[in-house]
């Protein structure tokens, strides 16, 4: 699978901590301030958004400063159908976050991160399950209309006429 994680700038060892914990079979893209050549942040982002699978917004007071690029990514993110994620730390109150409000979150334990982190994991294993099960249900179905021509084609009407 493929994650983009917004955040709050000054969360950036957090969220270093938190994408160490994400398995290796997974590429994590977050903002370090580097954009594509020739884009501007948000282009970048919203690029990096279409890439991704997944959506993790790591809610914290810093990103509730910074709630309007948060809230324009996490906006773009829910438009585009993407699985968001929040991770909520205690002290932000979920009157503050917005279109996330209802969604179930993950809390996060400054103190015991790696207990949010461990959650996360499995939420995202649990996802990438569902998706391949769905990508399998799809080739079945392709591989039954498929073979489902060859033998129409085969056993058809032989009628010259």
């Known amino acids: 699978?493929?994650?983009?994680?917004?955040?709050?700038?000054?969360?950036?060892?957090?969220?270093?901590?938190?994408?160490?914990?994400?398995?290796?079979?997974?590429?994590?893209?977050?903002?370090?301030?580097?954009?594509?050549?020739?884009?501007?942040?948000?282009?970048?982002?919203?690029?990096?958004?279409?890439?991704?699978?997944?959506?993790?917004?790591?809610?914290?007071?810093?990103?509730?400063?910074?709630?309007?690029?948060?809230?324009?990514?996490?906006?773009?993110?829910?438009?585009?159908?993407?699985?968001?994620?929040?991770?909520?730390?205690?002290?932000v109150s979920t009157s503050d976050i917005g279109m996330v409000a209802d969604l179930k979150w993950i809390p996060v334990d400054i103190e015991h991160q790696e207990d949010a982190y461990t959650i996360l994991a499995d939420t995202i294993w649990d996802y990438a399950g569902k998706k391949q099960k769905q990508k399998q249900k799809e080739w079945n179905a392709l591989l039954w209309v498929i073979g489902g021509l060859i033998l129409a084609s085969l056993f058809g009407n032989d009628e010259e006429y």
Not at 18 to 40: C, F, K, Q, T, W
Not at 61 to 78: D, H
């Open 1 to 91: 699978m493929k994650i983009f994680v917004s955040f709050g700038y000054s969360d950036l060892k957090e969220i270093e901590a938190m994408v160490r914990s994400i398995p290796s079979a997974h590429e994590v893209y977050y903002l370090r301030e580097e954009n594509d050549i020739g884009l501007s942040s948000w282009e970048t982002l919203r690029k990096r958004i279409d890439w991704a699978d997944i959506f993790i917004v790591y809610l914290s007071t810093s990103t509730i400063e910074r709630a309007m690029a948060v809230g324009n990514e996490v906006g773009y993110a829910i438009k585009a159908g993407k699985f968001v994620i929040p991770l909520k730390e205690r002290g």
